[in-house]
């Protein structure tokens, strides 16, 4: 394991550099102001007169057309959605500087070959491990959202440095950054949406809500306790894994766990899960969701209102309501 602090920095790999931040969503709006904050230079490359471009705008920073915005710039991030990005680099790869650097902070493009970059460009990746909001929130309060560094193609000799300034500049050295590879960190991100952070927890909240109201009890009780005390568990999990959830949950529930828990997530879910890794390795979930988005994304979008169309959303809509404070921002 390689884990790099701020002490690692070399603050001359990127001293004066000129950055293109292209995207202005969640990720691109934390790293361009993260980075404006830590001295670097700053544009923002998105489409002129939409919404991105006002938020840009608004917060103070320079705009400019994605092409226009690259020519020029020692170093490119790439953080529109996976699907734009092949189109993306197809435009303003020409205006790309001889041996500039093509940042991604996931690794899908490159890895499963939808962008094969130029020979000339160091090709890193900073991958912050929490969302936008979090990146930009722990950088304001003087800490680090934790990054994964790793370098696909080196034309300079100084791409690692590079990236690993970059990192800094977004406050990643604050939390530790770790380096991997390209191929690592795509496939274990997409494992980790897939089967537990979002696919797996929402399945079984989803499951554990429907088992409590087929079983005759309140919706809004079993709403309380399948999916608003999650976060309770996640905290402790997050701060001091699973030995202070046991700290801080009773016997009862720690005796429930160890014999229950088991027979939900048992042998028949690891297999499904190491079927999943398996498509995800092959290709075959990138083919897939790259011919669905090709396709125009209508299963895509008919699965997504079904999903955001169940009784438990309905049911939570109603109780979060009721807790304004929940609605602070991402």
Request: aromatic share 6%.
């Amino acid at each position: 394991m390689k884990l790099f602090s701020q002490k690692d920095v070399d603050k001359k790999a990127l001293k004066g550099a000129r950055i293109a931040i292209l995207g202005y969503g969640s990720q691109g709006r934390a790293h361009a102001l993260n980075l404006k904050d830590s001295g670097f230079k700053i544009v923002v490359g998105v489409r002129k007169g939409g919404a991105s471009w006002k938020n840009a705008k608004r917060d103070g920073l320079k705009v400019a057309e994605p092409i226009d915005a690259v020519e020029g710039a020692d170093l490119g991030a790439m953080l529109v959605p996976d699907m734009a990005q092949k189109a993306l680099y197809q435009a303003i790869k020409a205006k790309l500087a001889r041996h500039a650097t093509l940042l991604f902070a996931h690794g899908f493009n490159v890895h499963f070959k939808q962008i094969k970059p130029r020979k000339d460009l160091d090709v890193v990746l900073i991958a912050p491990k929490g969302p936008g909001g979090l990146v930009r929130r722990q950088y304001q309060q003087g800490y680090g959202v934790p990054c994964l560094i790793a370098v696909a193609q080196d034309a300079t000799g100084n791409a690692h440095q590079r990236a690993l300034a970059y990192a800094h500049g977004i406050g990643g050295t604050r939390g530790g950054v770790l380096e991997t590879t390209f191929a690592e960190e795509t496939e274990t991100d997409l494992f980790g949406e897939q089967a537990v952070l979002c696919g797996g927890a929402t399945e079984l909240v989803v499951k554990g809500f429907e088992t409590l109201v087929e079983a005759g009890y309140q919706p809004e009780v079993a709403y309380y306790e399948c999916l608003h005390e999650l976060k309770l568990i996640v905290d402790l999990l997050h701060e001091g894994g699973i030995t202070k959830m046991h700290k801080y949950i009773s016997d009862t529930a720690k005796f429930g766990d160890l014999t229950r828990g088991p027979r939900v997530v048992n042998e028949r879910t690891h297999n499904e899960m190491r079927r999943i890794l398996k498509e995800i390795q092959s290709g075959r979930f990138a083919r897939e969701w790259i011919r669905e988005s090709e396709a125009g994304g209508k299963n895509y979008q008919r699965m997504l209102k079904a999903d955001l169309n169940q009784p438990i959303e309905k049911v939570g809509a109603k109780l979060r309501a009721r807790m304004p404070w929940l609605q602070a921002t991402r």
